[in-house]
């Protein structure tokens, strides 16, 4: 293997004639978390599906842990689709040990590690009840533990933290971080842009089924200049022909990008101009103004009605 736990070049499906996806590139770096973020229909399921092998690409070439048919490593692979769903009187721990014999691992195994696994994460109350007396959180928890009781190399989630509340989230987020830890890659897809940026090195940004960057959060951060907001002490004077084209004022506030000569030739105009320099502040843009940029505000806006819905 190139270390790599995915690579992906110009996958490409339609469905009845229709493109879902449109030349996808991807490569995922083995123990990295990886993510996959664009709004609803952007085309993230059909992209994970393809990696998967579950659906065949109509073009393109896939590799899943150095496999050319992804099948074929399935057994070191754990996937937790979008559509959730366990047998409703089966227990929390013979669910775990169920999913995990789905994968290839011994039953006896998967029940012990599904019992330790509930109880190490503060369910063990569960360990023998059937999933219908679980909340729907603590049910998406008990798939996600069958998802990866046979220890895969990589883990694939669709969507992970929809449906979870903010306590759930915090735990996945922690378990992710472990499993990455411990060396497993990690890939998910999402529509909210904040948990990517928390846990993701690399992310793929998608939007009408092309992807429209890959890379670091930090490359794609880099993307935009770091923006600076000043207040000055003097609203008006010379000194004002020193501010960078594009400045914009609001509620008292100069807004501009921070030039690329840096900020003390600025600051020395505006000084020896008489402006007095009340409040300074350089922020770097974050994934969500990188995303706007990349993807535009259509996107974003989408997006965002998405994760608030
Ligand atoms: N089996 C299918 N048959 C027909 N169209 C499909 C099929 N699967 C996906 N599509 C279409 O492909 C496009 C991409 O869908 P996909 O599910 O991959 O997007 P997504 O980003 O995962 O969004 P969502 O989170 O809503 O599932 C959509 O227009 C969808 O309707």
Not at 255 to 274: C, R, T, V
Request: proline share 5%; glycine share 14%; charged share 25%.
């Amino acid at each position: 293997m190139n270390g790599l736990a995915i690579e992906a070049k110009g996958l490409f499906k339609a469905f009845d004639g229709k493109t879902a996806v449109d030349g996808v590139d991807i490569a995922v770096p083995q123990g990295s978390i990886y993510g996959i973020l664009g709004p609803n229909g952007a085309g993230k399921t059909t992209t994970l599906r393809m990696l998967l092998g579950i659906i065949d690409p109509d073009a393109g070439e896939r590799s899943l842990l150095g496999h050319s048919e992804p099948l074929e490593a399935a057994g070191r692979v754990g996937y937790l689709p979008e559509e959730r769903g366990l047998y409703p009187s089966m227990t929390a721990r013979e669910s775990i040990a169920f999913m995990g014999a789905l994968r290839g691992l011994p039953l006896s195994i998967g029940r012990t590690r599904g019992a330790g696994l509930l109880r190490d994460n503060g369910l063990g109350d569960y360990v023998d009840k059937p999933i219908k007396s679980l909340s729907k959180g603590m049910a998406q928890t008990v798939q996600l533990f069958g998802t990866i009781v046979h220890k895969p190399g990589l883990i694939v989630l669709d969507e992970p933290f929809s449906g979870l509340d903010a306590i759930n989230q915090g735990r996945l987020e922690t378990l992710i971080r472990e499993q990455a830890a411990s060396g497993t890659t990690v890939i998910f897809s999402t529509h909210v842009i904040a948990h990517a940026e928390r846990l993701c090195e690399r992310v793929a940004i998608i939007a009408g089924g092309r992807i429209r960057f890959e890379g670091t959060v930090a490359d794609a951060r880099d993307r935009l200049r770091p923006q600076v907001r000043l207040r000055t002490r003097v609203a008006d004077g010379g000194w004002r022909t020193a501010l960078p084209a594009g400045t914009t004022r609001d509620d008292g506030i100069w807004q501009f990008e921070l030039p690329s000569s840096g900020i003390e030739p600025l600051l020395k105009a505006l000084i020896d101009g008489g402006a007095g320099i009340e409040e300074l502040s350089i922020e770097r843009p974050g994934l969500h103004d990188a995303f706007v940029a990349i993807a535009g505000e259509a996107a974003a806006r989408q997006m965002q009605e998405q994760a608030t819905r």
